[in-house]
């Protein structure tokens, strides 16, 4: 290696192209963000049954046990971000790639190349989701409206993307023509 020639070290990084378009493919992005909002609430309403049937059987516990039980309330916050936690990493990681509510909307996430969502990535996604719109809320709402592929804030920091199923945007497609 000559004095002035540049120096390899081994790493090598390969970009991927963005796999969904939407100029190419509106199909997979015509009325996600309604839908997404929809998937949202269904989501949280099988997060929040469980917490509140859990709720109830500890205060039926505590008055049963004369206020020795009330003390597993404490246990209820850690529990719940635990089961949310569970929920959106084990849903998002299915073959599926969608929580219950996605697959009722018939949405799926998956990555800005393509690839279907895993496990460590659909928890990730719920913490980002809850800190940013915790933070910055409600501006972090208005990030969909300014970009073609309607992703919100956490989507683009984690290189992630909603898109509708491919059923869904088959039918699309086929109205459209």
């Known amino acids: 290696m000559a004095e002035g020639d540049p120096r390899r070290f ?6 991927k192209p963005h796999a969904y378009d939407p100029a190419q493919s509106p199909e997979l992005f015509d009325g996600v963000l309604p839908r ?3 998937a949202f609430a269904l989501d949280a309403a099988v997060i929040l049954a469980p917490v509140a049937l859990a709720f109830v059987v500890i205060i039926l ?32 990681g299915s073959p599926a790639s969608a ?20 496990f460590v ?14 933070t910055l809320s409600p501006l972090v709402l208005l990030v969909p ?3 073609a592929r ?14 509708n199923t491919v059923a869904r945007a088959t039918a699309l497609r086929g109205v459209g023509s």
Request: net charge positive.
């Open 10 to 15: 081994g790493l090598t990084v390969e970009v």
């Open 36 to 38: 997404r909002v929809l």
């Open 61 to 92: 516990f505590g008055l049963v046990t004369f206020g020795l039980g009330w003390g597993l309330l404490a246990l209820l916050y850690p529990a719940t971000v635990v089961w949310a936690l569970v929920y959106y990493g084990s849903t998002l």
């Open 99 to 118: 929580t219950l509510g996605m697959r009722v909307m018939e949405l799926e996430m998956r990555t800005w190349y393509g690839a279907p969502c895993y």
């Open 121 to 134: 990535l659909g928890a990730v996604h719920a913490v980002a989701f809850y800190v940013s719109v915790s």
């Open 145 to 147: 409206l300014f970009n």
């Open 150 to 163: 309607r992703r919100l804030l956490h989507d683009i920091v984690l290189g992630t993307v909603v898109i």
